[in-house]
């Protein structure tokens, strides 16, 4: 009966120390997405800018239990505006027929975020480093994902599908550079 109760207590004592669970909904306004696409040669690099539509999450202190993501691809955005609306287009994230594309998170260990992402109706597993931080009014939550375009389907001008693509072979993977901002 002691050993019971002092079981018990001890439980009870780990679970009063953990700290709350509080949900939180990502602010599209006070967060920025900037992506960097790759030449297969050469140092061309062009980078723009993607809006965060929607996004939710759950956390104990700076752990991420639980978090969803929503980007509107309909906002990818380039200084040349042919370059952004090629993007958008059929070749690439064809935003008219996949408007969003969706990061599900599934496990948050050692500041690495991993889970799903949906992109042109493909979900593939991804994980990414990720760094939390308390900020006043909520979190903010900081990386950068490199991802691979041809496993959602996106194999326009990758030298991976196409031979002979010479200055016009696009590299597969790019960068989304996240800096987001979680409110209560």
């Known amino acids: 009966m002691k050993t019971a109760l002092l079981f018990l207590v001890s439980l009870l004592t780990l679970v009063a120390a953990r ?3 509080t949900t939180y909904r990502l602010d599209p306004a006070a967060s920025t997405l900037t992506w960097t696409g790759h030449a297969e040669a050469g140092t061309w690099a062009p980078q723009g800018t993607v809006r965060l539509r ?3 999450l759950t956390a104990e202190g700076s752990t991420v239990r639980a978090a969803r993501v929503v980007v509107d691809m309909a906002t990818i955005a380039h200084e040349q505006a042919q370059l952004a609306e090629h993007l958008r287009g059929a070749d690439f994230f064809d ?3 996949y408007p969003t594309a969706t990061f599900q998170l599934t496990e948050f260990k050692a500041g690495r975020a991993y889970g799903t992402l949906t992109i042109k109706g493909v979900t ?3 994980d ?6 308390p900020v006043a009014g909520g979190l903010r939550l900081r ?13 326009y001008n990758s030298a991976s599908f196409f031979q002979n693509l010479g200055s016009y072979a696009i590299r597969n993977d790019f960068q ?7 409110r209560p």
């Not at 989304?176 to 979680?182: G, L, N, R, T, W």
């Open 19 to 21: 700290p709350a669970a």
């Open 54 to 56: 929607e996004g939710s």
């Open 95 to 97: 935003a008219a027929t």
């Open 124 to 126: 593939k597993p991804v």
């Open 128 to 133: 990414m480093p990720v760094a939390v931080e």
């Open 143 to 155: 990386g950068t994902a490199t991802l691979d375009r041809t496993r959602f389907g996106i194999n």
């Open 176 to 182: 989304v550079a996240f800096d987001m901002v979680a």
